[in-house]
Each structure stands twice: as C-alpha cells, then as structure tokens.
C-alpha cells in the first residue's frame, strides 16, 4: 500500500462515522460528526499538505515532520497511517452497529433539566464564579496554556473550569422568550469563550461551545441554516482564533511566521493555522516508532487511570500524568526531549498501540465508545452532578484527542468540578426556595348566615 491508500482508508472510515451517525437518534450524532472532522484534519489534510508540498523541516514550524521527511513522506505516512487505519475502523464497526441497534430504542424528547426551574439560574451562578476564578487567574499570571505540565495556580485553574462547564450549559439549556434574546445570550456566551481560547492558546474552549450550539441544535431539532451556523462557528472560532493571537505576537514573530507560510502554496496558507493545532500525526509518528510495550503494561496503564479519579489531596503522591509520560517517554523515543517539559496528547488509537498493539487498539478505542454512550446519556440525566459531568466532556478534548489515560484524569477533574458546583446548585436551590412569596393558608371563613335543613334561616 502506499500512502494515499492509506490516507483514503482513513477517508472511507470518516465517511462511514458520518453516515452511521445520520442513523443514531441521539444526540450522540453531534460528536460523531466532530470526531469525524477533527481526525479528518489530524489523518487526511495534514498528510495530504505534506505529500503535495514535501516541505523542508524547520525551527518553527511544526506541520512538517523531520522523522516523516527522513523516511520519504510517501514511504513514512505509509507506515505511521497503518496502525490508525485499523483502529478508525473498528470505531467506525462499533458506530454502526450502535446505530443499527439504536434505532429500535426509545429516545427521551428532551433532557430532564429543561424542566427544572433551578438549573437555569444556578448555572448563571455558577458562570460568574467561574469567570471571577479566569479573572484571578489573568490578574495573577497564572493561566496555564496547552501543553502545559503543571497550573501555576491549582486552585484558580480548578475553579476556571466552573466558567467553562456553565457556558456550555447555558448555551444548551437557556430557553429566552424572545428569540433576540436568545441569541444575544448565546452570541455573548460564544465571544467570551472565543477569548478564553486566545488567552489560554487552546483550540478546546471555542470548540467546545461550538460543539455546545450543536448539541443546541440537536435537542431543539436541526435545519440547513443551523448545520452551516454550527459549521461556521467552528470554522470562524478557530481562524479567528489566528488572528486574535496576531496581536499577541510581536512583529518579528510575526515575520517569522509568514517566512515560515511562504514554503506553502498560496491555496494552503490559510489553513496552516488551523492544521498547526491538529497534530495527531505526529503522535501517530511518536507510536510507530517507539513500537509496542516497553512504555507501560496493561496492568499498570489500569492501576494509573483508576488512581486519576481520586484527589491528589486524598492520594497522598503526585498522580501519573500520561501527556507528560508521552512526550518524555514515547516521543522522547525519537526526538531529543531533554531540554522540553510539555503535556501532549496522544490520541486513543496511538495509546492503544503503543501499550498492547492491535488489541490495545480495539480496547482503547472501545473506551472511547463507551465514554461516548455514557456522555449522551448523562446529558439527558435528571441528577444535576451526571448533567455538570456531561458538560464538561462536551468542552474537553477527551473524545477527540485523548486516550484511557488522558481521559480518567479528567474524568477525575471533572468529579472534583461536579461536587462543587453540585454544592452551588444546592444553595442557589434553597435561596430560591427561601425568596419565594410565602402563601399563608387560612381556613376557610364560616357563613354567618346558614339555611337549615327545612328552609329556616338560621344565624351562625
């Protein structure tokens, strides 16, 4: 095979996900869709720039790969493309007979919190606690960006998440009288997050909220003007997201970067932002040549992701960080990484490989089937901590770009985030109770005049 076949599997497996997710009721479809299209940009668009430029490796520009561009493009996208060929496969294999199974299954009209008058107001609480801890945390230096090892602030990073769990919310959930009010809300919502992806120079937060219209969409019931308005949002978020990080960058930065686009063809150079931020090619690279095993055994990746669930506080150690671990010890297999400290994300087809081969492939990818059943059902939940759980993985990248690991130690993240805005709600639930207008029952008054049996008036 050569490395367009390879990358035309890959395109006929997209393809498959897409299709098989216009059969699933849920709203589970909405992420099948955007895995589609994001692994269609890490798998299919990144490989096929490189094997139309053949671009020279160079400082400061992270679309070629010195491994791949060693080994001949055509010959090295063969060989690390082989082992997600597979693994996109059997995803697309269990998507389809979900689908097939699916359609037999009743599904809820509409989640159980659009029914209850607290959950509205408690999420606007809990946003402008959130958007207090983003503000500390801008006030105070202590933002962490993509690929960041640790938060230099825990506790502020902890509570920045409220903001994001709750604007994805609101944007699901709120239900205005007036349509302009609508859209002025979720308009506001999708600029502040739009922000936050500038600020912490992270493509996750607009997507998310992009990913959040969707989901929107899906439960109020799709039209060909809501499909291009989610699509829009997703486009437009991250190639505006390019050009808000211009102006954080210096003009010899910004030299830099258009000497580096100028190897491009005109056609492709607007889209290098955006093929810059989807690099699971280059974990793909990291897989094929560390090999199978000599990372970490089953046994110990199991022990690992059951540990992520519990609070480093109650633990008692300092928990095993798996994008660490990759780029130290994986990718540190190939590339000198001794001068580096970075968090990078491995992809579940690449983790399953590298841990236990083609069969770690279908477990791993399996996880992530799983994890999405369990995130459309947690949405449609009436238990307010399964709702904020399912909030959360619709703003992480859990299910796009993250493998057992990467995604237990932010299912332990979120669980922490759960209990406390589980807390919020309840107070926000007492205060409402406590501020309503109080009907005093009274009983009922006794007629003064009464008619007796025989039709004699009688005084009371």
């Given at each position: 095979m050569t490395a367009h076949s390879e990358i035309i599997a890959i395109a006929c497996a997209l393809a498959t996900l897409v299709i098989a997710a216009a059969w699933v009721p849920s709203v589970a479809r909405v992420f099948i869709i955007a895995q589609a299209a994001f692994w269609s940009l890490s798998y299919v668009a990144r490989p096929l720039v490189l094997l139309m430029v053949q671009p020279e490796p160079h400082y400061g520009d992270n679309v070629p790969d010195p491994r791949l561009a060693e080994l001949g493009y055509d010959r090295g996208i063969e060989l690390v493309l082989h082992h997600v060929v597979?693994?996109?496969?059997?995803?697309?294999i269990l998507i389809v007979g979900y689908a097939i199974w699916s359609r037999r299954r009743p599904v809820p009209s509409r989640p159980a919190m659009t029914g209850n008058p607290d959950f509205?107001?408690?999420?606007?609480t809990i946003y402008v606690i959130g958007l207090l801890g983003r503000g500390a945390s801008y006030a105070t230096g202590s933002i962490g960006h993509a690929g960041d090892v640790d938060s230099a602030n825990p506790i502020l990073a902890f509570v920045s998440i409220l903001a994001t769990v709750a604007a994805l919310g609101l944007i699901i959930f709120i239900r205005p009288a007036q349509p302009r009010t609508t859209a002025l809300l979720i308009g506001a919502l999708l600029a502040g997050e739009l922000m936050w992806t500038v600020v912490v120079e992270s493509k996750t937060p607009i997507l998310g909220a992009a990913l959040a219209v969707a989901v929107r969409f899906a439960i109020l019931g799709w039209t060909k003007a809501k499909v291009v308005g989610v699509l829009a949002i997703a486009v437009l978020g991250i190639g505006g997201f390019g050009w808000l990080q211009s102006f954080k960058t210096t003009e010899v930065g910004k030299a830099e970067v258009a000497m580096t686009s100028s190897a491009y063809p005109p056609s492709v150079r607007p889209f290098l932002s955006i093929l810059r931020r989807f690099d699971l090619l280059e974990a793909a690279t990291d897989a094929y040549y560390h090999g199978t095993g000599y990372w970490l055994t089953p046994a110990e990746e199991f022990r690992h992701a059951a540990l992520s669930l519990i609070p480093t506080q109650l633990l008692g150690?300092?928990?095993?960080?798996?994008?660490?671990?990759?780029?130290?010890?994986?990718?540190?297999?190939?590339?000198?990484?001794?001068?580096?400290q970075v968090s990078l994300a491995e992809g579940n087809v690449n983790e399953g490989y590298v841990i236990g081969g083609y069969t770690g492939i279908v477990v791993s990818v399996g996880f992530t089937f799983v994890l999405l059943l369990a995130w459309a059902k947690a949405l449609y939940s009436r238990y307010f901590p399964m709702v904020v759980l399912a909030l959360a993985l619709t703003g992480a990248s859990s299910l796009f770009e993250r493998g057992i690991l990467g995604s237990m130690e932010a299912l332990g993240k979120f669980l922490q985030a759960a209990v406390l805005a589980t807390l919020l709600y309840l107070?926000?639930?007492?205060?409402?109770?406590?501020?309503?207008?109080?009907v005093l029952s009274q009983p009922p008054q006794q007629p003064l005049l009464v008619i007796g049996k025989r039709g004699s008036e009688q005084w009371g």
């Open positions: 597979f693994g996109l496969w059997v995803y697309a509205v107001p408690a999420l606007a150690a300092p928990k095993f960080q798996s994008g660490t671990a990759w780029a130290n010890d994986v990718r540190g297999a190939s590339v000198d990484m001794t001068q580096v107070a926000v639930q007492e205060y409402r109770r406590r501020a309503k207008p109080r």
